[in-house]
C-alpha cells in the first residue's frame, strides 16, 4: 500500500485532468491514473503514420468553458485555440453551401434555396435564444440529486426561479423543445433542407438517433451553446490538435501538484463499510485515497470496476439498461493534397477547406442512413463531418501535405448476422472513402495513409462502452438528474466518498471540462 492521497482519478481524460487541477489547486494530495501511455482519452492527439500527427477521436472544441480555461490558466500552459469560421455543405456534384461567421453572407446564402427561410431562421432562434440562456446556467450547476438536504433543496430552488424568469410562452417552448423531434420543431419554421441541415446535423450528433425520435430537439440547445475565444456559437481547432487542450490541463494540474502516471490501468475501485477507499490496480498495486474519482463511463465504472455486492441490483438492473452507443466511426487521413470537390473545385486551401466539411446532401438522407441500422447495418452513404487541421496548423504534417478527421455515422456497435468489426472494418473504411469520393473525386487516390477506429475500437482503445463518445445517449431519461441514474446524479454515486466525473454525467458529452469542474468542487466540500 502506498501512502494515503486525498483523491484518486480513474482515467487521464480531459474531464479528469480537470478535476484533478482543481483538486490540486485546492491544496489536495491528487493521483491521476490512466490505463494509455499518453493523457487525453478521446481528447489526445496521436501519431498514426510517420511524420502525420492528428486528434485521435474529439476534433473540434467549443463547449471548453471560459472559466475553466482562467482558472486553470491554461492559456499560460500553452493552449491556443482558432476560431472555425467556415460550414461546407457539400449538397451534391454540382451543388454546395457555405456558411461563415458572416450574418449577411448566410443570409444571401439560405437565400438561394428559399426566399422564405431567413425570416423563419429568425422565428426560430428568437424562440431558441431565452431557452439558450436557461440551459447554459443549468450546464454550470450540478443537477439536485436523490439524496436530499438543504443542497439538494437549494438547487431546486434555483431551477425553480430560472424558470419563473421564463415567460408564460417560453415555459411552453421550453416543454415542447424538451419532448419533441428536431425534425418536427425544423418542420415548423424551416422549408428548404438546407436551411435545415446545420441544425439538423446538431440533433443528431453523438447520438444514434433520427431526427424523427422524440426529443432530440433538445440536442439543438446543446449545439448553440459552444463558446470560442468570446465569440457565442463559435467552434474552434486547438492548436497542436485535441491533445493540447489535455496537454494544458494536465500541465496545470502538475503544476500544482498533482501525480499522474500512465500505463497504468485500473482494476477495481476498492470498498470498505461502504465507503471508497482507494484502487487496484492491473498489476495488483494498491493506491489508498479519502475519495474515487471516476472519468470511466458509468458501465465501466458500476458494473466492472465495483463489485455487485457493493451496489444495490435494481441500480445496476438501470445502469445495465443505461442506453450507450453513438454510432461514429472515426477516422484519420494523411492527404498528398487537399479535396477537389466538383461542386466547389480546386486543391488550393479554400473556403471549402477551412472549417467544417458535411457531406449531408438532404434530411431524407439523414432518414436513410439511419434506416440502414434498422436490420444491424452501418449506413451505405453515411452522414460525413470532416475538418483539415493542417490548413492551420503546419505542425500536423510535412509541408505541402496535409491530415484530414472524418467522423461518420451511423455505424452501430453490433452488427446483425454474427459479424464483428474486427472482420468488417475495411469494407466500412472503403464506404466511408467511396462516399466522399462522390463528392470529391480526388479523395482516395490522394491518402498516403489512414487510420480507422470503429464503434469496437472506440470501445476498446479508448473504454468508451458501445462506442459512445458522449458517455450516455441524449436521451429525456438520461439527462440532468438521471444522467446516469437519480441515485448518480450530479457527480455524486451510492458509494460514499466515489464521484463520477465523466461525460456520463450532467451536462453530458462534448470538451467542456464541466463534469470534471463539478466532481472536483463537490469532492472538495467532502474532503
Not at 87 to 112: C, G, K, P, V, Y
Not at 138 to 159: F, V
Not at 254 to 282: F, P, Q
Not at 333 to 348: I, S, V, W
Request: charge should be negative.
Amino acid at each position: 500500500m502506498s501512502s494515503v492521497y486525498d483523491a484518486v482519478i480513474i482515467g487521464g481524460g480531459h474531464n479528469g485532468l480537470t478535476s484533478a487541477a482543481y483538486l490540486a489547486r485546492g491544496g489536495k494530495r491528487v493521483l491521476v491514473l490512466e490505463k494509455r501511455p499518453i493523457v487525453g482519452g478521446a481528447s489526445a492527439t496521436e501519431e498514426f503514420a510517420p511524420g502525420y500527427r492528428n486528434s485521435s477521436c474529439s476534433f473540434v472544441v467549443g463547449y471548453l468553458r471560459p472559466h475553466i480555461i482562467a482558472d486553470l490558466e491554461l492559456a499560460k500552459h500553452g493552449l491556443k485555440i482558432k476560431q472555425v469560421k467556415h460550414e461546407f455543405f457539400a449538397l451534391d456534384q454540382e451543388r454546395s453551401m457555405l456558411l461563415t461567421d458572416d450574418a449577411s453572407h448566410n443570409a444571401e446564402e439560405i437565400a438561394r434555396f428559399s426566399s422564405r427561410d431567413n425570416e423563419g431562421l429568425a422565428q426560430m432562434r428568437a424562440m431558441l435564444d431565452p431557452l439558450n440562456d436557461f440551459f447554459g446556467r443549468r450546464m454550470l450547476r450540478p443537477p439536485p440529486t436523490s439524496k436530499g438536504g438543504w443542497r439538494d433543496a437549494l438547487e431546486w430552488l434555483r431551477i425553480g426561479l430560472d424558470l419563473m424568469r421564463l415567460s408564460r410562452a417560453e415555459r411552453y417552448r421550453l416543454a415542447q423543445v424538451m419532448t419533441q423531434s428536431a425534425g418536427s420543431l425544423l418542420n415548423r419554421y424551416l422549408e428548404s433542407d438546407e436551411a435545415k441541415l446545420p441544425y439538423a446535423f446538431g440533433a443528431i450528433s453523438g447520438n444514434m438517433n433520427d431526427l424523427d425520435t422524440p426529443t432530440t430537439a433538445y440536442r439543438l440547445l446543446h449545439g448553440q451553446m459552444c463558446e470560442v475565444n468570446g465569440v457565442q456559437g463559435a467552434w474552434g481547432l486547438p492548436m497542436g490538435g485535441m491533445g493540447a487542450i489535455s496537454d494544458a490541463i494536465c500541465s496545470s494540474a502538475v503544476g500544482h501538484g498533482a501525480e499522474v502516471r500512465t500505463s497504468a490501468a485500473v482494476k477495481r475501485i476498492l470498498i470498505e463499510n461502504g465507503r471508497a477507499v482507494g484502487v487496484e490496480l492491473d498489476n495488483g498495486e494498491k493506491v489508498r485515497a479519502k475519495a474515487v474519482l471516476s472519468n470511466a463511463d458509468p458501465k465501466r465504472t458500476f458494473l466492472d470496476l465495483i463489485d455487485a455486492e457493493h451496489l444495490k441490483p435494481e441500480f445496476r438492473d438501470d445502469i445495465c439498461a443505461y442506453r450507450m452507443e453513438s454510432g461514429t466511426f472515426r477516422m484519420n487521413f494523411a492527404l498528398d493534397e487537399l479535396p477537389d470537390f466538383t461542386c466547389r473545385p480546386g486543391t488550393a486551401a479554400g473556403p471549402q477547406h477551412e472549417g467544417m466539411i458535411y457531406v449531408l446532401p438532404s434530411i431524407d438522407y439523414i432518414r436513410e442512413a439511419f434506416n440502414d441500422t434498422r436490420a444491424g447495418n452501418w449506413s451505405q452513404s453515411p452522414i460525413i463531418e470532416a475538418v483539415i487541421p493542417s490548413i492551420h496548423d503546419d505542425s500536423l504534417a510535412p509541408a505541402g501535405k496535409h491530415v484530414m478527421s472524418i467522423s461518420a455515422r451511423y455505424f452501430p456497435r453490433h452488427l446483425s448476422n454474427g459479424r464483428n468489426w474486427d472482420d468488417c472494418r475495411p469494407e466500412a473504411e472503403d464506404c466511408i472513402i467511396d462516399t466522399f469520393s462522390k463528392y470529391a473525386p480526388n479523395f482516395r487516390s490522394s491518402i498516403i495513409a489512414q487510420q480507422a477506429l470503429s464503434p469496437l475500437d472506440l470501445e476498446r482503445e479508448y473504454g468508451m462502452t458501445g462506442g459512445d463518445i458522449a458517455h450516455g445517449q441524449y436521451e429525456l431519461n438520461q439527462l440532468f438528474t438521471m444522467r446516469p441514474h437519480p441515485d448518480a446524479a450530479g457527480c455524486t454515486t451510492p458509494v460514499d466518498g466515489l464521484y463520477i466525473c465523466g461525460a456520463g454525467t450532467h451536462p453530458g458529452g462534448g470538451v467542456s471540462g464541466i463534469p470534471g469542474y463539478h466532481a472536483a468542487r463537490l469532492a472538495l466540500r467532502n474532503l
